[in-house]
């Protein structure tokens, strides 16, 4: 199988030559366009969001080699979280590629937060599986690095450091 030509691109300004193009198809279908013959991205999603939080961790842990779980877990959550990976999706022009239904077409699921999000990680699957872990090592690091060197000492969201403070005062 040869990828289309906008594929290509993508795979290009992704940074990972696919052996296996078959893969990055179904990283961008989504289940409104799926059938038996062209699977949709939800299985690859669920494995990309747990090769991304891998790397993550790694990531963190070499960055901040005295930082503490409690200090690491928000920093996490901010990478690993959909709109981060939404943010990486939009940079890399990934919602020009995804393949879509009619109705989520005309919606315009091609900007919807959530489904870049989805997207991206099954990207990240389609990587890993397709060139193994350092593979999907070097692209989520290619376009998550600036990220990790700039996420805050402090990465907590809003409602856990509200929460934190009410408790704190005893309320």
Known sequence: MKL???LQAFAERLGHGFKRPEL???AVTHASISAPSRPDNQRLEFLGDRVLGLVMAEALLAADRGASEGQLAPRFNALVRKEACADVARELDLG???KLGRSEMMSGGRRKEAL???A????IAAVYLDGGFEAAKSVVLAHWGGRIDAVEADARDAKTALQEWAQARGQ
Not at 120 to 123: I, L, Q
């Open 4 to 6: 289309a030509a906008d």
């Open 24 to 26: 990055l198809l179904r």
């Open 96 to 98: 020009a590629v995804l």
């Open 116 to 118: 870049l999000a989805d």
């Open 120 to 123: 991206m990680e099954a990207v």
